[in-house]
């Protein structure tokens, strides 16, 4: 299931990454952020991956871009957009040890909503920044105990080895991010493009749960 998890677990288990099936209403998705930090330049393309550590209940033990839900602190009166970006820069300070002095080089890049039918939901803004020059990323070694920078192409081969955990969402915008030679071309296709929000669909068939994207057959 996602925003987090994937494959088809069967309806009436526990996902690994903590989420669950809500067979009932739909639970209000909470605003979150989360920053796709980029380096490489104009040649080439990498990003940071942080690894979550495996007690927590929500998605423990996965790979994931820097990120977490909007706060009190966040919002502080101002307009969505800036509590969006106050965040993504917090939980980036928090997980990465990233700081930035500008929002305003957070370039928005996708929406994910997560699905209907799964109890733990957010409403998920991702941005696009460039590694800030003269710092180097490092976990707190408690919400945070690894972290690796990653082509997109190397991060999902280490999943498909088992080597790392990914879930949907991740894969999923690692997959977008495969398709450009470098930080630069990416960024350049981001900016001033609208951001159109997608939220995934599950569909239970027999007992079992799959993922399904706008677009898809049977969405």
Request: a negative charge; hydrophobic letters at 40%.
């Amino acid at each position: 299931m996602s925003e987090g998890g994937e494959g088809q677990p069967r309806a009436d288990a526990r996902p690994g990454s903590g989420e669950e099936y809500n067979p009932g209403p739909a639970t209000r998705p909470r605003q979150a952020a989360t920053v796709i930090v980029l380096r490489g330049g104009d040649q080439a393309l990498e990003v940071l991956l942080v690894r979550r550590t495996p007690k927590a209940r929500f998605m423990g033990g996965v790979w994931v871009f820097p990120g977490g839900a909007v706060d009190d602190s966040d919002i502080a009166g101002g307009t969505q957009s800036q509590a969006l970006r106050t965040a993504a820069a917090r939980e980036l300070r928090e997980e990465a040890a990233i700081t930035l002095t500008d929002t305003a080089g957070l370039v928005e890049f996708s929406r994910w909503i997560t699905p209907a039918q799964v109890r733990t939901r957010f409403d998920t803004h991702f941005f696009l920044v460039e590694m800030p020059d003269g710092q180097q990323p490092r976990v707190d070694g408690e919400e945070c105990v690894d972290l690796g920078w990653f082509t997109p192409r190397a991060a999902l081969d280490a999943h498909a080895a088992e080597d790392i955990v990914l879930v949907f969402p991740t894969i999923k915008h690692l997959e977008q991010l495969d398709g450009f030679a470098s930080a630069e071309a990416l960024l350049t296709h981001a900016r001033g493009r609208r951001v159109q929000p997608v939220e995934p669909r599950v569909v239970l068939e027999g007992g079992v749960a799959s993922v399904l994207l706008p677009g898809d057959p049977g969405y």
